[in-house]
């Protein structure tokens, strides 16, 4: 029997809610070699569901280790599948087992950190609280930090009462040594217009709204427009950088900034004793200004892309919401051409282009398929493979055309 068919019966039984049953089909598939990794998921739950003893539900839980592949991905499923059993001291060890194969992956980190705070594991604490410090950046950095801190805090205490000082002061260090980012810039103005700050880093990458987390480890932490005074800001953090040089870029992308100046503000490592801050007045043209930054030394000795947090979404869906902002500020579409050696896209002079796809989208269930005759016309074989499509989630915004054309209308844009 294939593994097909047997998720095919196995469904099937699951419906009609025969757990028994699933539990002694998936068992026979593993006796004679037929194993999936999704078998043993479903074997410890149909336990759960039919009242098996905890230890044979653990056992196979410690079985769908053997079978799960080995990359950081596939480790944090199965650590999340084993807190739905209450196996928190499993989960916790793959959560630090996927950590050491992808240090950066900033989910190891925060899905590990509250288990170790429930279960008061405080040399998990010790490990999570940091790494959530370093390398969780999003929309919910904050309370995650918040609670890192926390947590940090009371991990100390309990070592200082255990007589464990030196694993208390290894955590103050650790901590400190965490909250340090290597550069840390912040564009700021008034008005109603909209600049776009850009930065190529030492590695050649471009870290910028379109390409939020880079290989050189920046993060471009907030897309701002105006005229919103609150939202009239962009920053950049990299918080382990490489050593060289970081051009800067800033570019006027639409409106009117006022006295088209523009603050920049520059501070190499942060947030430690050696923080340096400088401040520079941009004067804002049809053409990007560049202002050029020299790191000599960085936490960083090669490229390593930051991971996005799950729940980060792409900056494309900010674009859609200035686009809704300010639907009434005409746009002139232009050609965007790569600028010579610096490898960032610039825009004409006075020009900023947003180009509609408009295309139809099709929804619902669809087949497709193909048949074949047998030789002696007896028999016709049928490759059958149907579609089903969805659309999950609808942006609408409003553009203005520009040009001789002129001419607005509304937009959808999908995921």
């Given amino acids: 029997m294939s593994p097909e068919t047997i998720r095919e019966v196995v469904n ?84 630090r087992q996927a950590a050491s194969l992808e240090p950066n992956r900033p989910d190891a980190y925060s899905l590990a950190l509250p288990l170790a705070i429930r279960t008061k594991d405080w040399d998990s604490v010790a490990w999570a609280a940091p790494g959530v410090l370093r390398y969780v950046w999003g929309k919910n950095r904050a309370s995650l930090v918040r609670q890192a801190e926390a947590a940090a805090s009371e991990a100390r205490e309990e070592f200082l009462k255990s007589g464990r000082s030196d694993a208390a002061s290894a955590l103050e260090e650790q901590m400190q040594a965490a909250r340090i980012r290597d550069l840390v810039v912040r564009l700021e ?14 590695d050649g990458s471009v870290c910028s709204r379109q390409n939020a987390f880079s290989s050189g480890g920046g993060v471009h932490l907030f ?23 970081y051009v800067i870029r800033v570019r006027h992308v639409s409106g009117n900034i006022v006295g088209k100046r523009a603050t920049l503000t520059v501070t190499r490592r942060a947030d430690s004793p050696r923080a340096e801050t400088s401040t520079y007045v941009v004067a804002l043209g049809a053409e990007d200004k560049l202002i050029r930054v020299s790191m000599a030394s960085g936490l960083k000795t090669a490229a390593r892309q930051l991971h996005p947090p799950v729940n980060h979404r792409p900056a494309e869906q900010s674009a859609a919401a200035r686009l809704a902002a300010r639907s009434a500020i005409p746009m002139v579409s232009a050609q965007v051409a790569p600028q010579a050696g610096g490898g960032v896209p610039s825009v004409g002079p006075g020009a900023v282009g947003y180009q509609p796809v408009v295309q139809f989208i099709g929804e619902g269930v669809s087949m497709g398929a193909m048949a074949v005759v047998s030789g002696d016309r007896r028999y016709v074989r049928l490759s059958v493979s149907p579609t089903f499509s969805s659309i999950t989630d609808v942006f609408t915004f409003s553009f203005v055309g520009g040009g001789t054309g002129g001419g607005g209308g509304n937009g959808i844009r999908t995921p």
């Fill in 12 to 95: 099937e039984l699951a419906k009609s809610r025969q757990h028994d049953e699933v539990i002694a089909c998936l068992q026979q598939a593993i006796i004679h070699g037929q194993i999936q990794p999704w078998m043993y998921e479903v074997l410890a739950l149909s336990m759960r569901m039919a009242g098996r003893p905890d230890k044979e539900i653990e056992r196979v839980l410690l079985s769908s280790e053997d079978v799960t592949p080995s990359d950081a991905a596939s480790q944090l499923y199965l650590a999340a599948y084993l807190t739905r059993f209450d196996r928190f001291d499993h989960a916790l060890r793959l959560y």
């Fill in 189 to 202: 103005w008034s008005g109603d217009g909209d600049l776009d700050l850009l930065v190529q880093e030492p």
């Fill in 223 to 245: 897309d701002g427009y105006g005229p919103d005074p609150a939202r009239c800001h962009e920053d950049y953090v990299c918080p382990q950088g490489m050593a060289g040089e």
